[in-house]
């Protein structure tokens, strides 16, 4: 899968005017990480250029799409809140998130929001407390997926030994709006916060097969598929040897289900941006929380009464978008 397709970094390029790409092995490496586009002066937005041909920019036209078009659905993606963790003010950084949340359903509307993953900080019981001090404020519905900081109870009839008995549902779990299906996948050890798992790669087909006549599916995997450092991916992603090729058969799986039209990962604070590989778009979404990363901030989709969809981030401690990108 990686030997023959190319993937893309984009970032904010009209803000720094800087690339980052790399090509497969099979055209011959070539990695450009962070250089000011200034000496060929012909790179004035993102390519990705083979060593015999160019291919189609067909991520490119999020920002041709009217302003003013009418929308059929508007959802939001933010992750890695941290709740609970020490020496952050968690408190505030969950009022910020729901107050972000809630002025988008205020202003432009909102249909609902994902929270990907790393909801707290190794504390069972401060998934309880978000849930209720913070979450029950939100003014839309809400789904969490399972992040390797969330630990549930070993203790038998507790209130949170199952993510089914704080949210309802299980940890592996599919969403139906308005047609469009969202399918959250666990990729978390019990109680193990540097254990990266892949999905559940035979639940997902099952998913996606039940779903194929869906206009889209998103999928909302915390940790990224594809291995640490790999092919250019940034860090974090799955790097246990018992687990990487079952990740890369998720990879080939998201990426030969014709209707998945983008795939959501969280837990890398420092990425907001979109990678290409195969046909399939991956996007992150920087953190809402926690202790380091990019500037604070949060994923938005828009789809409309056509079915064109675009995504961009919200840098939300400036309040403005800082990349848009469309989901063919």
């Not at 005017?17 to 993102?46: C, Q």
């Not at 869906?214 to 594809?226: C, D, E, G, V």
């Not at 291995?227 to 974090?236: A, T």
């Not at 969280?266 to 929380?289: A, C, K, L």
């Amino acid at each position: 899968m990686t030997g023959n397709v190319g993937i893309l970094l984009i970032g904010e390029f009209e803000e720094e005017k800087r690339i980052s790409f790399l090509l497969s092995r099979r055209f011959g490496l070539f990695v450009m990480r962070g250089m000011l586009i200034d000496r060929r002066g012909f790179l004035n937005h993102a390519a990705l250029v083979t060593a015999a041909t160019t291919l189609p920019a067909r991520w490119c036209g999020g920002k041709d799409l009217p302003v003013n078009r009418k929308l059929k659905m508007r959802f939001a993606v933010a992750s890695d809140l941290h709740y609970g963790q020490g020496n952050t003010p968690y408190e505030q950084m969950a009022e910020d998130m729901v107050g972000w949340m809630n002025k988008e359903k205020e202003s432009r509307g909102l249909d609902l929001l994902f929270i990907n993953g790393d909801l707290t900080q190794d504390k069972t019981e401060m998934l309880l407390s978000l849930r209720d001090k913070h979450l029950s404020k939100l003014e839309m519905p809400y789904y969490c997926n399972k992040g390797n900081h969330d630990y549930l109870s070993s203790k038998k009839g507790s209130l949170t030994e199952s993510w089914k008995k704080i949210w309802g549902y299980d940890s592996n779990h599919t969403v139906v709006h308005k047609d469009f299906v969202f399918v959250l996948a666990d990729t978390s050890a019990p109680a193990k916060s540097n254990v990266y798992l892949a999905a559940n790669r035979d639940w997902l087909k099952a998913e996606f097969e039940k779903y194929a006549k869906a206009p889209a599916i998103f999928s909302l995997i915390h940790i990224q598929q594809r291995k640490h450092k790999v092919d250019g991916w940034p860090e974090h992603g799955v790097s246990d040897l018992a687990q990487i090729k079952k990740a890369e058969a998720v990879m080939d799986l998201l990426e030969s289900t014709p209707n998945v039209r983008g795939v959501f990962h969280g837990h890398n604070h420092n990425q907001n941006s979109m990678w290409i590989s195969g046909e399939r778009r991956y996007f992150f979404d920087s953190h809402v929380g926690g202790s380091w990363g990019a500037a604070k901030g949060y994923r938005i989709v828009e789809i409309d009464e056509q079915n064109r969809m675009v995504t961009y981030q919200v840098n939300a401690e400036e309040g403005k978008e800082i990349n848009r990108n469309d989901l063919p």
